[in-house]
C-alpha cells in the first residue's frame, strides 16, 4: 500500500488505535516492565513515529536528541539511557 491513495487512512487509521496503547504504556522505563512490554513500547513509538505521528516525532526528538548528540554509546533503546 505504499504511496497508494489508500496510505493516509491507513496511517490515520493506525496511529488512532495505537497511540492510546502508548499513552496507557508510557514512555519511560519502569522496573518492573516485563520483556514484553518493554518490546511493545519499542514497537509502538517506532511505528508510531514511520506513520508520522507528530506527538510522537516530537516525542522522541525531546528524549533522544540530546544523548544522540553525546554519541552512539549513550542512546538505549525505551528511553532507559
Do not use: C
Not at 497511540?19 to 522496573?31: A, C, F, K, N, T
Not at 508510531?48 to 540530546?66: N, V
Amino acid at each position: 500500500m505504499y504511496d497508494t491513495p489508500a496510505q493516509t487512512p491507513l496511517h490515520s487509521y493506525a496511529r488512532s488505535k495505537l497511540e492510546p496503547m502508548l499513552g496507557q504504556l508510557g514512555w519511560i522505563v519502569s522496573p518492573s516492565d516485563t520483556a514484553v512490554a518493554l518490546g511493545l513500547r519499542n514497537d509502538l513509538i517506532e511505528t508510531l513515529g514511520m506513520f508520522g505521528d507528530e506527538a510522537t516525532l516530537r516525542k522522541s526528538m525531546e528524549l533522544f536528541a540530546p544523548s544522540a548528540a553525546a554519541g552512539p554509546q549513550s542512546t538505549r533503546r525505551s528511553g532507559r539511557g
